[in-house]
Structure formats: structure tokens, C-alpha cells
């Protein structure tokens, strides 16, 4: 969705929280006063009633996490502003701490897109999980494991030995997957990278697939093997999954699918991601 002829004027700021995110808290604050001098309506996400705000547009300021965790929570777009120099330099801010009042008056004048970006959902014992951003992986800290992969319900690897796998969007491609040698994927693409991490054993895979865009599910089952009382964690977006307090045993499976929704998120297009790009050096 590109360009925005919309006016909005109802903005909701939230921002990373706890004692080590001054910087950012701080920052809101700025992003505050300076939405209400553009005669704006501008409430923190910490405010009493702000459900019933009903904003045109979130703003929230801080690294990745915190944008990921808005997006995940709010309908309307998300415009990120990173806070400070110690905050992720990822791909999902649209402003800094150095620029971000020339970024907003872009946003104010309707010179942003609107990116609908791909999520996950797992479900594991009957129970559902989403959605998720980056990847949803599956591992265990230590040692290399047996595990079975199905795509759509055909199995597509009967037996990989490896310390985790790891699902990736493409707006996750660029993080851990990328690290663990996974396959990088356009910005907005609907396929997801299917990744090794620390495989024993040549295999063909990191793999992008489009049959989760379109419908259709990976299953990864844990196989029983000799290494009794083992389980194996199931990461998303930096969390850790458990189910009253217990992670993945021998002969469980999670499977993974498209969430129903896309969120939503507020850039500057291909030459904010290829900026992005640039400053985690990657050559080109």
C-alpha cells in the first residue's frame, strides 16, 4: 500500500519498558510533545482508556522487540523509532533517534507505505500460538537431535540430525536465520526459510517454501532417540514456549502455519530496508 491520503490525527506511543530503557521512554515523551504541537491527539499506550482511543497510527519507539510486540497487539500501523545506539539495529524502524522528526512529518504528510507482513501460528498439544513475527524455531541448547519434517502432510525429511530447525518469514530472514546460514528472502515475500541450526549431516536444506503462504503447514516432530529425559524448546521471536512449565518431549510435533491476519507495518519502502541492510553489512 503505497502513499496515504488518510489524515491522522489519533496516535498511540508505546515504548520499550523497564529501568535499562530510559533513553527510549524518554524519547516518547519528545514524540509526545511533539504530535500534540502538530495539534495531534496523542496518548501512551500506558494511559487509562486508550482501547477506546481507537488510533489511525502507533508509534513505538525502541529496537525491534518493541516494535514486533506492536505490531502484534495493535490493528493500526506501526512507525518505529529506534532509540538509541544500543538498540537492535534491525529492519523494522523507520526513523532514529537522530532523525526521527523529519521521518514523522513524512508520515504526517502521507509519505509512507503501509506493509502487510506475514506471520506464524504453531499449535502444539491442541493449543494455539501466534502470531509470530520473525521464526518460530525448535531446538535443543546442546546436543543434535532426530527430527522429522512434513510439508502438508507428506514428509518431506524422514530424519535430520540437528540441534534445532528454525521457520523463518521474510521478515525474519534477515535475523537468526540469516546467522544460522538460512536463506535470505524478498522483503515482502510469502515463503518462509526453512533452516538447519548446527546440522551433523549434509542436507538440502536452508529451503524457501511457499506452502505455508498459501494454506499450508510444516509439521516438525521430536523423534525418539537414545537421550532419555531429553526435551527440546520451541523459540519464537526471542521467547521461549512452554505449556504449564514444560517444553517438547519425544514424539510431539508442532505444526506451523500462515497467521490470518497480516500486520501492519508503517515504512519507507525498499530504500529503508536496503539502508537497513547496509548498516548490518551486508555488500551491497
Not at 512434513?150 to 530424519?159: A, F, L, M, Q, R
Not at 505444526?255 to 539502508?275: C, N
Request: glycine fraction near 10%; aromatic fraction near 10%.
Amino acid at each position: 500500500m503505497e502513499g496515504n491520503d488518510e489524515m491522522m490525527d489519533k496516535f498511540l506511543i508505546t515504548s520499550a519498558e523497564g529501568d535499562r530503557y530510559h533513553a527510549a521512554q524518554a524519547l516518547a515523551q519528545e514524540v509526545r510533545a511533539f504530535l500534540l504541537e502538530q495539534n495531534k491527539i496523542a496518548h501512551f499506550s500506558t494511559d487509562l482508556g486508550t482501547y477506546a482511543a481507537n488510533p489511525d497510527f502507533i508509534i513505538a519507539v525502541g529496537g525491534d522487540g518493541t516494535i514486533m510486540r506492536a505490531m502484534k497487539k495493535y490493528e493500526a500501523p506501526v512507525f518505529g523509532i529506534r532509540a538509541d545506539v544500543e538498540d537492535s539495529l534491525g529492519f523494522l524502524a523507520a526513523a532514529d533517534y537522530t532523525n526521527w522528526q523529519n521521518s514523522l512529518n513524512k508520515a504526517l504528510s502521507g509519505e509512507y507505505d503501509v506493509e502487510g507482513r506475514m506471520a506464524l501460528d504453531f499449535t502444539w498439544r491442541g493449543k494455539t500460538f501466534g502470531p509470530i513475527i520473525n521464526e518460530v524455531s525448535v531446538r535443543h541448547e546442546e546436543y543434535p537431535v532426530y527430527f522429522k519434517v512434513k510439508i502438508n502432510h507428506e514428509v518431506w525429511s524422514p530424519k535430520l540430525w540437528t540441534r534445532g530447525l528454525l521457520v523463518a518469514t521474510s521478515t525474519g530472514a534477515f535475523a537468526e536465520n540469516f546467522s544460522s546460514g538460512g536463506h535470505p528472502l524478498a522483503r515482502l515475500s510469502e515463503d518462509v526459510a526453512l533452516t538447519t541450526i548446527n546440522p551433523q549431516r549434509p542436507v538440502m536444506i536452508p529451503y524457501p517454501f511457499p506452502e505455508i503462504g498459501l494454506g499450508g503447514s510444516i509439521e516438525i516432530e521430536f523423534l525418539p532417540g537414545k537421550y532419555d529425559g531429553m526435551v527440546v524448546d520451541v523459540k519464537c521471536d526471542g521467547r521461549k514456549y512452554t505449556i504449564d512449565g514444560d517444553s517438547v518431549h519425544p514424539g510431539e510435533s508442532i505444526v506451523i502455519r500462515k497467521h490470518p491476519k497480516r500486520l501492519l507495518l508503517a515504512t519507507f519502502g525498499l530504500k529503508q530496508h536496503m539502508d537497513a541492510m547496509r548498516r548490518k553489512g551486508f555488500p551491497i
